[in-house]
């Protein structure tokens, strides 16, 4: 599997942000001209001063930036083959402060599956050839039960968070981890984490991109914004400055 992105650019107009590149025509340049790849099994890491774009750069990956433009493409095939949602449900953005819907840690973690089951149950009532390509192109990971959901949680050290405690009590770092559990059980192509790890100590952290490396492992691809020091799990680290990419040489 690989990812490529190519000619990518993202302009605003000049009085939405503070970085960026000033145009003659008002608007202001974050990033242009840049490229990106990834292949199945790697982790790079996308570094970069404060406000250089780095998220703007992944939600534009995810098809989520209406003021990014550029080619994507998944395993050879272009961005404008896939509908939206099959589109993000490959190429999954994981936001640095996740919206958590459920009455529950576990309602929260199983609530795509949830939707699925939704989506297959409404297909029921249309034509079988309907129904059995609508069940094809959903299919989706196997619905986790409490002790998967358990375990996920172990990992990433959350084990004093219950199942049935509500998201509304979590705290940023816990709600961040939940969110990254929930997305990784979906199984995406490639995981986009927005600074998943900012706010955690060095352990948690730990455990954090020890569950990536094992995500990777298992074929997928993780994009990670970060602001710590190297942590040995990435392969590449790629920075975002002055509106380009830049290869960094791993210490």
């Not at 199983?110 to 309907?130: E, K």
């Not at 959350?158 to 969110?179: F, K, N, Y």
């Amino acid at each position: 599997m690989v990812f490529s992105a190519k000619d990518v650019s993202c302009t605003v107009d000049s009085d939405r942000t503070a970085s960026g590149m000033d145009d003659a025509d008002g608007t202001r340049t974050i990033f242009s001209g840049s490229s990106f790849s990834i292949r199945a099994g790697r982790i790079v890491d996308l570094t970069g001063p404060s406000g250089s774009g780095k998220t703007s750069l992944l939600t534009a990956f995810a098809g989520l930036n209406p003021h990014a433009h550029g080619i994507y493409t998944l395993n050879g095939r272009d961005s404008s083959e896939f509908s939206k949602q099959q589109w993000r449900r490959e190429i999954a953005y994981l936001p640095q402060k996740p919206v958590l819907i459920g009455g529950s840690v576990a309602e929260v973690i199983r609530l795509p599956f949830t939707l699925t089951v939704r989506r297959r149950q409404t297909d029921m009532a249309s034509s079988w050839r309907t129904r059995i390509l609508s069940l094809v192109r959903d299919a989706a990971p196997t619905y986790p039960g409490d002790e998967d959901i358990r375990k996920a949680l172990d990992a990433v050290g959350c084990e004093d968070i219950g199942l049935t405690r509500s998201p509304q009590e979590l705290s940023g770092g816990q709600a961040a981890r939940v969110s990254l559990i929930r997305t990784l059980m979906t199984k995406p192509s490639v995981l986009l984490a927005d600074e998943v790890d900012a706010g955690l100590d060095d352990e948690n952290a730990e455990k954090v991109a020890r569950i990536m490396t094992c995500a990777a492992n298992g074929g997928m691809a993780v994009v990670r914004i970060r602001h710590r020091p190297p942590d040995g799990h990435a392969s590449r680290i790629v920075e975002l400055s002055d509106g380009r990419l830049h290869e960094r040489t791993l210490a």
